[in-house]
């Protein structure tokens, strides 16, 4: 059973680096064919695909962050993690990481629970 679990600071102040990580067990990260994702929702708002990277390290962003984030893998501790820099307020969301895999038995997605980033002094 594939399980991911975000970890990070609750209350980052303005203009500071959010800095998350996803835990993923049951799966290994390099496994071939999965994409992991970040993904946030705001207060009243629907979900946002921040950026994510592919089985073999490739890196993809949202053009909407505007080169403020940056993601980055851990292949020891099967973990991958999101960088976003200069936050504002409009930051503060739910984050969320994301499995995506795809194989000759149809496409599964996995979620983590969310963790809650506030952006404020």
């Known amino acids: 059973q594939v399980q991911l679990q975000e970890s990070g600071p609750g209350l980052v102040p303005p203009s500071q680096t959010l800095a998350l990580t996803c835990t993923v067990s049951?799966?290994?990260?390099?496994?071939?064919?999965?994409?992991w994702s970040w993904i946030r929702q705001a207060p009243g708002k629907g979900l946002e695909w921040l950026g994510g990277?592919?089985?073999?390290?490739?890196?993809y962003y949202s053009p909407s962050l505007k080169s403020r984030a940056s993601i980055s893998i851990d292949t020891a501790k099967n973990q991958f993690s999101l960088f976003l820099n200069s936050v504002t307020p409009e930051d503060t969301a739910v984050y969320l990481c994301?499995?995506?895999?795809?194989?000759?038995?149809?496409?599964?997605?996995?979620w983590g629970q969310g963790t809650q980033v506030t952006v404020s002094s």
């Open positions: 990277l592919s089985y073999s390290g490739t890196e």
């Open positions: 049951g799966v290994s990260i390099t496994t071939t064919n999965y994409y």
């Open positions: 994301n499995a995506d895999v795809s194989s000759v038995m149809g496409r599964s997605q996995y």
